[in-house]
């Protein structure tokens, strides 16, 4: 995201290391030169609004999901 956009983030915003779904945040805190995002894995950083190409508003990398097998194996 722009500088722009970073800096007119909310608290409770939630954004997108890369646009993975599975690598996202929400920002915890907003000042006049950086945010603090809580990422969903533990991790906590402060984040220059300069420093924020990387993050984006929104998923654009879908979750995997794997296809169960419903197929019966009971035998007669």
Aim: aromatic share 6%; glycine share 8%; proline share 0%.
């Amino acid at each position: 995201m722009k500088v722009t956009e970073s800096k007119d983030l909310k608290k409770g915003t939630r954004v997108y290391w890369q646009g993975d779904a599975t690598d996202s945040g929400i920002i915890t805190e907003t000042s006049w030169d950086a945010v603090t995002i809580a990422w969903d894995n533990g991790k906590v950083a402060s984040v220059h609004h300069g420093d924020m190409g990387e993050i984006q508003l929104a998923s654009t990398k879908s979750i995997k999901i794997s296809a169960l097998n419903t197929s019966s194996t009971e035998s007669s």
